[in-house]
């Protein structure tokens, strides 16, 4: 799969440092979120990043065991909408799954706002998929360009669904598919406001209790409006992520939206 602007020509004109196309500025959030993923243990060497999402001896083993499974329904389910997808990855990270998707015939383009891992994912996988760094709702990016895009364990960094999801939908070409996987859904507006909490207890007891005006708990119910969707996943019970640690069922949600 080619490796650049090929399938990009509207980023040919576009700043490139370090391996990364600069869509957009560096943000205080996302300054802040990179030393808050650093205190949670979440910055990982490059071996370990080429290794996803095998993840054990990782301290959140349990955690990548979830996402091996999601990554292989994934694919699955993107082989069955067709081969040599145009994809935008939102929230791509370090790239391991913008990697795994590439090697699976899909032309990638993963979009972060977070410039370190994203320079340690084009160096990683420098022979695969193109790496910007911007946010979805103040990068310019093309109108109906794209067959998929995906927001892989980053949809709660996002305040409104609503706003977020037709903003992907006008970056989807015909018979476009939105996917929502590795995050939780919760069942009750009472359940997210519990999971808000916690949010805030965890990020106040690191010393960063601003990262928690980052972090959004969302209802499932909010994005049934916004398009066809489609369940492939769903937990049943209360969940927390606490029980990704020590239970083996997942607590995430996995929809594919369609326009309406």
């Known amino acids: 799969m080619s490796h650049g602007t090929s399938y990009w020509p509207w980023l040919k004109d576009i700043p490139v440092l370090n391996g990364v196309h600069l869509l957009g500025p560096t943000t205080a959030a996302a300054t802040l979120y ?3 993923r650093g205190a949670e243990g979440r910055m990982l060497t490059d071996d370990q990043v080429r290794a996803l999402p095998q993840g054990k001896g990782l301290w959140n083993a349990s955690e990548w065991s979830l996402r091996t499974r999601s990554t292989a329904r994934l694919l699955k389910v993107l082989a069955s909408q067709g081969s040599g997808l145009r994809i935008l990855e939102v929230g791509c990270g ?3 799954l913008t990697a795994a998707l590439q090697r699976n015939g899909h032309h990638v ?4 706002p977070f410039t370190a891992e994203l ?17 979805l709702l103040t990068t310019n990016l093309p109108p109906a360009y794209f067959d998929v895009v995906l927001f892989p364990a980053s949809i709660q960094y996002f305040p409104e669904p609503s706003v977020v999801i037709k903003k992907a939908i006008r970056h989807l070409g015909p018979s476009g598919t939105i996917h929502v996987l590795d995050s939780v859904l919760y069942g009750s507006s009472v359940e997210a406001e519990k999971a808000r909490q916690r949010s805030f207890d965890h990020y106040e007891a690191m010393g960063f209790p601003g990262m928690a005006a980052n972090y959004h708990a969302h209802v499932l119910d909010a994005f049934l409006p916004l398009g066809h969707v489609q369940l492939l996943a769903r937990p049943s019970g209360p969940w927390h992520w606490r029980s990704i640690l020590r239970t083996s069922p997942s607590p995430f949600t996995h929809l594919v939206l369609r326009a309406l």
């Not at 383009?109 to 972060?112: K, N, R």
């Not at 320079?119 to 911007?134: I, K, L, N, S, Y």
């Open 34 to 36: 990179g030393i808050v």
């Open 94 to 96: 370090n790239g391991w």
């Open 109 to 112: 383009l993963g979009l972060d």
């Open 119 to 135: 320079e340690q994912a084009a160096r990683v996988f420098h022979d695969g998929p193109t790496f910007a760094r911007g946010d």
